[in-house]
C-alpha cells in the first residue's frame, strides 16, 4: 500500500520559488501517476499537475503553465514540483495523490482539466503543505 508524504511549503514573497517534495513508501513509483492538487481557505480542492512517472508525460492546469514544474526521481521515490514567479493567489495547502492505474493524469491530458478525483480513483493521498505567498 503506498502511502505519500508532502515537504518543502513555507512563506515566500510574491516571485519567489520554492520545491515541494511528495514522497512514497510501500510501492514504487517507476510506473505510477502523481497529482498535485491544492485547496486555498474557503475553496474547492483544484488540479495543478500530474505526471506519469514511466513515461514522463505531464499536465499543467493554466493558472500554473510555465510556472511550475512537476518531475520525479524514480531512485528516491519522489516527486517533485517546482514552483517559479509564485503569486499570492497559489496560497494553498498542497497535496499529492496516487494513481496505480494511471487514468487521472491521461484524462487532464485529454479533457486539459485535472479534476479532483473520486476517493476509488486514487490509491492515497498525503496530509498536506501549506505554501503561503504573501510580503
Known amino acids: 500500500e503506498v502511502q505519500l508524504v508532502e515537504s518543502g511549503g513555507d512563506l515566500v514573497p510574491p516571485g519567489g520559488s520554492l520545491r515541494l517534495s511528495c514522497a512514497a513508501s510501500?510501492?514504487?513509483?517507476?510506473?505510477?501517476?502523481i497529482a498535485w492538487f491544492r485547496q486555498a481557505p474557503g475553496k474547492e480542492r483544484e488540479g495543478v499537475s500530474c505526471i506519469n512517472t514511466n513515461d514522463g508525460s505531464t499536465y499543467y492546469a493554466d493558472s500554473v503553465k510555465g510556472r511550475f514544474t512537476i518531475s520525479s526521481d524514480n531512485a528516491k521515490n519522489t516527486v517533485y514540483l517546482r514552483m517559479d514567479s509564485l503569486k499570492p493567489e497559489d496560497t494553498a495547502e498542497y497535496f499529492c495523490?496516487?494513481?496505480?492505474?494511471?487514468?487521472?493524469?491521461?484524462?487532464?491530458?485529454?479533457?486539459?482539466?485535472?479534476?479532483?478525483?473520486?476517493?476509488?480513483?486514487?490509491?492515497?493521498w498525503g496530509q498536506g503543505t501549506q505554501v503561503t505567498v504573501s510580503s
Open positions: 495523490a496516487a494513481d496505480l492505474l494511471k487514468i487521472i493524469c491521461a484524462t487532464a491530458q485529454d479533457t486539459g482539466v485535472l479534476s479532483v478525483p473520486l476517493p476509488y480513483e486514487v490509491d492515497a
Open positions: 510501500g510501492s514504487t513509483i517507476d510506473d505510477i501517476v
